[in-house]
Every structure is written in C-alpha cells, then in structure tokens.
C-alpha cells in the first residue's frame, strides 16, 4: 500500500518543485494532494503529467495523510504543523519555525539521516535554511577525515531564497533599468538588479542577520555542536542557485589533494575542479540539479590545516524540496512509517 502525501504551499515556488520531485523520484505515493490558503483555493498546479486543484488548508481532514510536506512559511507552520501531526501524519518543514526544538529532528539526509528516529516526540522534522543544507553536505565528509574546528563562509545567495516576489522584482528592475524607466523597490531594502545587498533576514543585536545566525545554530546542530562557524550572506542579482565561499580549519592536516578524493566520493556532492578559465561550476550550471557542486578546492596558508572552497546548489531543490522529499524517503526506507489503513 502506496502513501498518502499532502503538500502545503503547493502554488509556491517550493511548493511546486515539491510537487515535481515526488513524481522524478517515484515516491511510493498512492495519493498526492495540494493545499495552499483560500484565496489560492482552485488553483491548478502540475503532478507529472497531471493537474492537481488545490484544496484550502484549514478545512482539509489531515487523518488519513502519512505524509506532509511544508513549505508556507513560518507563521502558517507554528499554527498548523502542530494540529497536521495531532492527526498522525508526519511533518515535514521546510519553515524555520521548529528548526530550534530540541524536540523535532533537523535533517540533512546525507548527513545525518538516522536523525529521522527522532520524529515521534512531535510528529515533525524540520528542513534546515537552504544556505546550511549545501553547506553542510559539503563539510560533513570532510569533518569525518580531520575534524572540523572553525568555518567562515559568505553565501551568495539567489533571489528565489526570497520567494516568487524576489524573482519577480529582479526581472522587474532588470527591465526598468535596460528601458531607463524608474527602479521601484518593495522586497529588498536596496534595488537588487546589478547590485549586491548584504543582509538577508533581520539585524540582531550582536550585528549579524538572522540569516547568518541560522547558519551557525544549524550547523553546530546537524553536524557537530563543537564547530565554530561565523557567515557573511549576501544577496546578489541570480534567480536560483545559492553559491558559497568557504573556508574551514582542521584539527588535523588535510592536503587539498585528500579533500578533493573525499568529497568525489562522497554523497549528494559532486566535484568540479579544473584548475582553468570554466573548470569550476557556477550557479547557472547548477540550477535544475540535486547536486552540491564544488570546485575550487585549494589548501588555505594563512591558518594550520586550513582548506577554502567553492559550494554551489539549487536552493529550491536540495535547499528545500529535495531535501523535504529525501527525508521522506528515509523515514520510508527505515521502516518507520507504515501507511495508513484507508477505509473500505
């Protein structure tokens, strides 16, 4: 017996890749069905070759759903998530509302997938931000063969992190500016066409975004609580794909030459690192893929046992929905989830 599989967000940008990584993946679902808000209530959304209409989320019955995938924002899964899972299915988040629960699981598959187990406290786990997801299937290898003590990165992040309004407000400034008429500026503090903006989220006290917290609090997380990481993120003008420049220090010697044999053989990452004008990729290459792509893998002088390197990934994908999708999958291939018995 199939699963049954709701996905909540299912008009928005990670929605609708949801919605496409279960059918190229071939999730065992009997039934797929999409919920978005009210006023999205109607709205047709692609399933493979099918069209789903979605349903409005809060009079849909959740008690025979196995399976549901979030992704509508923080406020939407504080309310619901909790009633979703009174209901016996199995929440996953892609919002960082229960990131931080000492009580709900935070997981990257690659990494840490036996996490997973830890579902049945709440009845939710959380997806991580989409800039620590590649960041993190790209240290973990890594940290395994010499230990990592202390990363700093800058992200270069897409503006589809922001929603469909990001993109949307690119594409609009970028006409604007090629026809000389006004740049209008409403998503982001600053115009974003041709420019870059360092702040993502909201200033904390200490100076640092939001963004930048979650980064660290994430990473110590899901991969090892001891590893001391600072983040710079930025905003830059590229519709999908978020791209990072890291640089990690060891406890112990790595020689790049090591790192790049390690991280081609390891899961979810894919190298790309000819030392030569195009050897490394971009995130234009990187958009449509599941990959964690990095190149650039070169030893650091400045600090003992240092390495920096370049990471790239679809945020919509391995950043949000595949991630969602590959948790799924987990709880699944771990025999810890039995589908529900329907009704005759």
Known sequence: MGFKVAVVGATGNVGRVMLDILEERAFPADEVVALASRRSQGTEVSFGDRRLKTKALDSYDFS????????AGGDVSREWAPKIAAQGAVVIDNSSAWRYDSDVPLVVPEVNADAVRGFTKKN??????CSTAQLVVALKPLHD??????VVVA???SVSGAGK???DELDRQTRALYSLQDVEQKKFPKRIAFNLIPHIDAFMED???????KMTVETKKILDPKIKLTATCVRVPVFISH???VNVEFERPLSAEEAMRILRTAPGVVVIDRREPGGYITPHEATGEDATYVSRIREDITVENGLSFWCVSDNLRKGAALNAVQIAEALVNRGLLQAKKKAA
């Open 155 to 157: 992200t270069y992040q």
């Open 64 to 71: 025979d759903v196995d399976i549901c995938l979030m992704s």
């Open 165 to 167: 309004e990001g993109e």
């Open 145 to 150: 063969a010499a230990t990592i003590k202390r």
């Open 243 to 245: 791209s990072e420049a």
């Open 207 to 213: 100076g640092s975004t939001k963004e930048e917290w």
């Open 124 to 129: 939710i786990i959380a997806n991580p931000n």
